[in-house]
């Protein structure tokens, strides 16, 4: 997408452009939800190497997109961002405490660090339950993503921010395929479900990404901090759950190409249309 172009058609508020981020991640994210109504049975390879195409893309966008920029907007100081980064990756660290690790819901294993609370209940509602649980542990690794694409337009810099919003709209794509395959896993066996899960853990990154563009643009001091914090979430989602999910079942090759290619295809959005 031209930036002149979006600039022209969404107008110089980067509040508005940030809004605009979210939705078309979203809709992609919804894209790749909608898979599961056409492509009723993907096979665990599959989804292991889509689900490394999008670990790819955040990996490489977290730095052309995030870091890098970052430290360009302190004038080469990279503690600000580094700090971010900290942040973030603790953010999620905690937050993970919470809910159960995504990989575990994916494979229905238990984690080993904790009995699942749903262990004592009846066969229904345990797997409600686990659905609930499911449900709030992908819209928490939705939020980064929503965080900087808002974050991206909040700097400023549209030539930085669209590419960054194309690539973790891609991402999503597969993302969302894997939330539905993964919501039917959990319990919600109706395509109908498993639809309005992807759809819900798509709309988490609107508001963050309207949130993002906001503060930053209010408050420049934060840009470098807010970069580095939704990039340092974005490597803890990468590292501590897709990664493991997608190297659990014997399809590591797949999945590492599957990497290698999302970071060839951010790489080129960045160059191309930065």
Do not use: C
């Not at 893309?57 to 870091?67: E, G, K």
């Amino acid at each position: 997408m031209d930036t002149e172009l979006f600039v022209r058609l969404v107008g110089e508020n980067v509040v508005v452009q940030g809004f605009v981020g979210g939705l078309v991640i979203a809709f992609m994210n919804l894209t790749g939800a909608l898979l599961v109504l056409v492509w009723r049975d993907p096979s665990e390879r599959a989804l292991d190497s889509a689900l490394g195409f999008a670990a790819g893309v955040m990996l490489a966008a977290s730095f052309t997109s995030l870091i890098l920029p970052g430290i360009d907007a302190t004038g080469g100081d990279p503690l600000p961002v580094l700090f971010g980064v900290v942040l973030g990756a603790l953010f999620l660290d905690q937050a993970d405490r919470l809910v159960p690790h995504v990989h575990y819901l994916f494979t229905g294993q238990k984690r080993p660090d904790a009995a699942s609370p749903a262990d004592s209940l009846p066969v229904d509602t345990a797997r409600l339950s686990s659905a609930i649980l499911f449900i709030l542990a992908i819209t928490l690794h939705n939020m980064p993503e929503g965080l900087a694409v808002g974050v991206g337009f909040g700097s400023g810099q549209p030539e930085t921010a669209i590419p960054l919003m194309l690539a973790i709209g891609i991402q999503n794509i597969p993302e969302g395929l894997a939330v539905s395959i993964a919501a039917i896993n959990a319990g919600l066996d109706r395509r109908f479900y498993a639809v309005l899960t992807g759809i819900r853990s798509g709309l988490v990154e609107i508001p963050l990404a309207v949130f993002g563009a906001w503060a930053v643009s209010i408050a420049e001091p934060l840009l470098p901090y807010a970069m580095g914090f939704a990039a340092g979430a974005m490597l803890f989602v990468i590292s501590d759950e897709i990664v493991p999910e997608t190297h659990t079942r014997g399809h590591e090759r797949v999945a590492t190409l599957g990497t290698m290619a999302g970071v060839v295809v951010m790489l080129y959005l960045d160059v191309s249309l930065g």
